[in-house]
């Protein structure tokens, strides 16, 4: 599968982009770390295992960022690439135990806010996509669209695009792959400002 979302950090600490991480239903976390530094893990919850990789240069608070984090299901960090503006950047892996797979928890799928609580995005986020493939480098740029979103409900794979929200500041962000699912839309649950861009 593939995670996909444009981020803009306000400062290099801790920045939760999506992820199922909630205590005892975690599935997968993806993230920058409190040096902002990007990284995607995904976690065998039954053997308190997980496997994952890292760029390990940091991002620049202040500025607007295409991530992408993808995994080809072959039980290694090396089936996990990290993707930055269009470009190929993992070079780490970070993995612990003996990971079998991920197991379809029962955990919730946070945006912006870790699904235990424990952490929480100072900046902003938006369209957020979760693909059911491994998305190619070509599929990738074509949604980096040379630095302005493109919006992926008119993206080549659509027919694997799982869900898409798009940051629409403080009311409900609708899921505009599935518009008629209520259950997959989310309300922003401590914001208390938007961002206006022209």
Avoid at 11 to 28: G, H, M, P, Q
Avoid at 31 to 48: H, I, T, Y
Avoid at 87 to 113: F, K, P
Avoid at 169 to 183: A, C, I, Y
Wanted: proline fraction near 3%; include cysteine; hydrophobic fraction near 35%.
């Amino acid at each position: 599968f593939s995670i996909s979302a444009w981020i803009y950090p306000s400062t290099l600490a801790y920045f939760s982009i999506v992820d199922k991480y909630s205590s005892n239903d975690k599935e997968y976390l993806f993230e920058l770390d409190n040096n902002g530094k990007l990284f995607f893990r995904c976690v065998d919850e039954s053997a308190g295992s997980f496997i994952g990789r890292k760029y390990n240069t940091a991002l620049t608070a202040g500025k607007w960022y295409h991530v992408v984090a993808t995994y080809n299901a072959n039980e290694a960090s090396s089936g996990i690439n990290l993707y930055l503006n269009g470009e190929n950047v993992d070079d780490t892996d970070s993995e612990s135990g003996s990971y079998t797979a991920m197991q379809n928890e029962a955990g919730v799928l946070a945006i912006g806010l870790r699904s235990d609580g424990a952490q929480y995005s100072n900046g902003v986020i938006t369209e957020v996509s979760i693909w059911g493939t491994e998305l190619s480098q070509a599929e990738i740029n074509e949604l980096y669209n040379d630095g302005k979103a493109l919006d992926a409900t008119i993206h080549s794979r659509i027919s694997n695009l799982v869900s898409y929200w798009r940051n629409n500041g403080l009311s409900e962000w609708k899921d505009l792959k599935n518009p008629t699912v209520t259950t997959f839309d989310g309300t922003p649950p401590y914001c208390n400002e938007t961002l206006l861009l022209p």
